[in-house]
């Protein structure tokens, strides 16, 4: 046995994929990590620290004690798969059909490798625009696509948006176009997708037969009276949409892994066959306090909004303050900062000085770019965090000093 084991071993066999090679660790993923073992104050990963709205831990204990506890329907309890349908309506104007249009996973994260699996064939291309939430890359890798980015490009100024060249969009668009990723409101950016963007896009979308996979899980998470605007909701994209939510960041329940995928019968159906393959189901007795989290009454999303732009007023200055360039989000939580007053090689040394040094985690720059170095200079903030948090991250970067 050992003669035949030490005349193998020159050609062990790695075990591995090609498709992992191609792709790494989330660095979100792993800030929060090294955050822990510096006891780093945590604004890298974008998930709250503060409490879970009372009602909706209610509904989830409630069901467990109703022993709502073995496996919901493969593609979502009833009553979650109604109150999304109904609240699409109520909120987008979008009817959609519970029954046949609703596929709840584990997760947004998982509705949209499931959609990109059920949609995708080699060689496929989807478009994505950068900087972009890290998933959408292993994303493209698992199922076969090849991602085409398109620049969105920081504004000039504090306040300005960040804004795509229409014309390099288009050129991203040809016959092996699949789909476009759309993040609106967008990680990391914080830029809201106004009307007239959406329905370039959509236009393009019609004009060379694509399909629009929205993540749309910042949506009530809005700021400066910018409005949210589903992609299906445009004229001629229902039939062409998939739109991808969840209750992960409405109601701060991160860890729940609850989030869905509605899309036309036909691209459901096929949804649903790889989810059920994948993960079976999403948490049951989640799905129970799902529903009841979207009957929450209108108020509970304008307090959410509210709460968080008070929290991105608090963190911007003390960001400025230390010498980093912010700009100004629209929506979701997480500013995206210019950190070349400090004078670092790039986005992962400075992190690693910030979480190291001087006590504060944080998402480099770079995590967001198919090319590290138009990352290099950026780094990425998340405040939804407690005001105490927020504080405490505040005092430690005003040790930074300028170079
Ligand atoms: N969306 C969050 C972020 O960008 C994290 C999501 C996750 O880690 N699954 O920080």
Redesign the pocket.
Known sequence: MADIISSFSNQTKQFLSDKVSQFTE?V??EM?RQAMIYGAVNL????PDFAAPAEIKQAARAAIEADVNQYAITWGAKNLRDAIARQMGVWQGIAVDPEKEVTVCC?S?EAMISTLLAVCNAGDEVVIFEPF???YGPDAVLSGARPRFVKLRPPASDVGEWTFDEKELRRAFDKNTKAIILNTPN??TGKVFTRAELELIRDLCVEFDVLAITDE?YEHILYDGTEHISMASLEGMRERTVTINGM??TYGV?GWRVGWAVAPENITNAIRKVHDFLTVGAPAPLQEAGAAALSLPAEYYAKLAEGYRVRRDRLMPTLQAAGFKCFRPRGAY?VMTDVSAFGFADDVEFTKYLVREIGVAA?PGSSFYRDARDGARQV?F?FCKKLETLDAAAKKLGKLTRR
């Open positions: 989330s979100i993923r929060t890298a990963q974008g998930f997760g994260t939430y890290e998933n990680n990391p899980i992960s960041k991160t997480y998402v990425r998340a």
